[in-house]
């Protein structure tokens, strides 16, 4: 069992940056491809990114693609997402995702999740 908190996460204007984190509890983090993703209100679930368990390879969703960036520091049990340049439409609820599978857009690759924190970006 793994559990995540998500944090960073807080109200900027456009053009802004926010790094957001993820901690995770127990001893087994680096087992675990970890993904970030993304709810706006009335839309779907939306992959922003996903790394490896070492953290070598790195995958990103076309919006998140040269803006953001993942990273994990497997010491630590925590994995982040920089994010620069920043959008209104980038508003929304941004979960961590934990899972045993190889890096994945789909939300069924994902066996853990966060309780989602609010980013919100003004014009």
């Known amino acids: 069992q793994v559990q995540l908190v998500e944090s960073g996460g807080g109200l900027v204007q456009a053009g802004g940056s926010l790094r957001l984190s993820c901690a995770a509890s127990g001893r087994t983090f680096s087992s675990y491809t970890m993904g970030w993703f993304r709810q706006a209100p009335g839309k779907e679930r939306e992959f922003v990114a996903a790394i490896s368990r070492s953290g070598g390879s790195t995958y990103y969703g076309d919006s998140a693609k040269g803006r953001f960036t993942i990273s994990r520091d497997n010491a630590k049990n925590t994995v982040y997402l920089q994010m620069n340049s920043l959008k209104p439409e980038d508003t929304a609820v941004y979960y961590c995702?934990?899972?045993?599978?190889?890096?994945?857009?789909?939300?069924?690759?994902?066996?853990?999740w966060g309780q989602g924190t609010q980013v919100t970006v003004s014009s």
């Open positions: 995702a934990g899972g045993l599978r190889a890096p994945s857009e789909y939300v069924d690759a994902y066996n853990y």
